[in-house]
């Protein structure tokens, strides 16, 4: 971060505005996690960091490389693609296999499969 | 065409995921470029999965418009939810059953990754023989307002694109 001072007043505020909004979203979705009772509840909270969060974090860092090397700095965009694509397989695959074990284990409220899967 | 690079879009994504890798469009870059894509097609043709259909791609950009606001809106919503709650409190998580129309295997892989993306919704399940969904909605208020937000502002406008 040798030529962070190097950048006008606007530029500097705004990076960091986006940066902290963007990491108050992860503390946020991580608060989420901590205080949601159900393993169902607490899919949601990660998604704060996953899009919002993580999108403010990288366009703050398009933004300042862009400016300290005077050039458009864009392969963020194929971090956002990538998160946006790879997240839901996640939590659907986690959220799946609790559904399973909790089917199984007869825990929990959980819907009953399809009639067809019976 | 089909036989030379049998999915361009494919290798057009890819060879754009190489060019802002390598933050070049020199011929050398392109032509690197070029040989990945085109191998990752014929890679992922060797594969052969189910041939997608986009009948109507000019749609997709208002649609992916949309989805930003939503996940705005509801970043919002469940921040909100997050640092609002009191133990429980009066909100009700739950699971919704819905009844879909759509078939296209990428419009259901679409449907899945814009519903889980978006905070406070998750995609569950699907059952192909019967055609339902399983969603759990963070903050259900009205069973049938979830049915009637999937069905009218995504599955409605995806059938569009994808069948």
């Known amino acids: ?118 | 065409m089909r036989r030379v690079l049998p999915h361009p879009l494919i290798a057009l994504f890819l060879l754009g995921a190489w060019l802002l890798l390598v933050e070049s469009v020199s011929p050398g870059a392109v032509l690197l470029g070029g040989v990945l894509a085109a191998g990752g097609s014929w890679a992922l043709a060797s594969l052969a999965p189910p041939r997608a259909r986009l009948r109507r791609l000019a749609l997709a950009p208002g649609l992916l418009c949309d989805v930003l606001v939503e996940v705005l809106r509801s970043n919002y919503a469940v921040a909100r939810i997050i640092l609002s709650s009191t133990k429980g409190g009066a909100r009700r998580s739950g699971f919704v059953r819905i009844r879909l129309d759509m078939r296209a295997p990428y419009g259901l892989a679409a449907l899945a990754c814009i519903l889980t993306t978006t905070p406070g919704t998750v995609w569950v399940d699907y059952d192909s023989a019967e055609g339902t969904m399983l969603l759990h909605v963070l903050d259900l208020v009205d069973e049938a307002e979830w049915v009637r937000i999937v069905k009218e502002r995504w599955e409605r406008r995806l059938m569009e694109i994808f069948e």
């Open chain 1, 1 to 118: 971060m040798t030529h962070a001072a190097e950048l006008p007043a606007w530029a500097a505020l705004s990076v960091a505005v986006l940066l902290l909004f963007g990491a108050g979203l992860a503390l946020v979705g991580a608060v989420g996690l901590l205080r949601f009772g159900s393993f169902y509840e607490r899919v949601h909270a990660p998604t704060l960091a996953t899009t919002f969060g993580i999108g403010c974090v990288l366009v703050a860092s398009m933004l300042f490389f862009s400016l300290v090397q005077s050039r458009f700095i864009l392969h963020e965009v194929l971090i956002a693609v990538l998160v946006v694509i790879t997240t839901p397989v996640t939590l659907m695959l986690l959220t799946r296999a609790a559904l399973y074990r909790d089917r199984i284990e007869g825990r929990e409220a959980v819907p009953p499969p399809p009639r067809s899967r019976r």
